[in-house]
């Protein structure tokens, strides 16, 4: 049990069950119904995202060292040694590869895993203590996911209906990263030899910079309200009421409360992105 815990904590399940979700969102907003090959792309990008994970947890085995949020992670403490890592990367890597490949149609989701992994491994990870310019690649491989389920489902890779749903991720992004820095950014401070916008700006900044992602975030979600065809009429209202709420409400939390509290925005940041996926679901009017 301590090994699948620790597992697990290499991993980061949690945050990739939110990845495979979005595989599922996507594939299941083209049209198709629910099934074996739905749960199979799920799966699949989970277990890819897992030995993405991974392999993050092993190339930032000494950065995670030096900061207190991190320095419980298994490689640092020495509850997992390098090579069960390098083992359940490889494993899972492997897994989530060859079920996109025997699930699908074609080569192409695979692919596109194989691209999501290397610019996260390739690009974001080392890329991170340098510059806070690594959220771009970070953003583009998070938004990677739906296009791999809309693809596995049949969907072209030029439809504008995807491009805006990856819009949406790549725009979650970084402030959902932001608020991570906000809530421990004593400690990324202490560490002046690690480059990131809670070093580069102060909070006020960060919190400025919060905002912006957020209203191209909300932007980008009240697009579908515009779009033809996709959303019944009462989805449509739904989020054309809820998308201005939320925002408003974040943001007077954020910028008005004496002391924000980074861990529940957090928490309802990525809440309401769930919300918004089971909402573009649920309401969408789309048949193939």
Request: charged share 10%; net charge positive.
């Amino acid at each position: 049990m301590h090994i699948i815990t620790e597992t697990g904590k290499l991993t980061k399940a949690r945050l990739c069950l939110m990845v495979g979700l979005s595989a599922a969102f996507g594939f299941h907003l083209y049209g198709q119904p629910a099934g074996f090959s739905l749960a199979a792309v799920a799966i699949g990008v989970f277990l890819l995202a897992c030995g993405g994970a991974a392999l993050n947890s092993i190339q930032e085995k000494e950065y995670d060292a030096t900061f207190e949020r991190t320095r419980t992670r298994p490689l640092v403490t020495g509850s997992l040694s390098l090579p069960a890592a390098y083992g359940v990367a490889a494993i899972t890597i492997g897994g989530g590869l060859i079920l996109l490949w025997l699930c699908c149609d074609s080569i192409t989701p695979m692919l596109i895993g194989v691209v999501a992994l290397l610019v996260y491994n390739g690009m974001y990870t080392p890329l991170k203590p340098y510059t806070e310019f690594s959220l771009i690649p970070g953003g583009v491989s998070g938004a990677l996911p739906p296009l791999i389920g809309w693809n596995a489902a049949g969907g072209t890779l030029t439809d504008p209906l995807i491009w805006a749903v990856m819009a949406l991720f790549f725009l979650w992004q970084p402030p959902h990263f932001c608020l991570i820095l906000l809530e421990y950014r004593d400690d990324r401070r202490k560490n002046k030899r690690y480059i990131n916008l809670a070093t580069r700006f102060s909070t006020p900044g960060v919190k400025k910079i919060i905002s912006i992602w957020l209203f191209s975030f909300t932007t980008v979600a009240l697009f579908f309200t515009w779009l033809p065809g996709l959303l019944s009429p009462p989805a449509k209202l739904a989020l054309a009421l809820a998308a201005p709420l939320f925002l408003a409400g974040f943001l007077y939390h954020l910028h008005v409360h004496r002391r924000p509290r980074y861990k529940l925005l957090f928490i309802s940041l990525n809440s309401y992105l769930l919300c918004l996926m089971m909402l573009l679901t649920v309401g969408s009017t789309i048949q193939i």
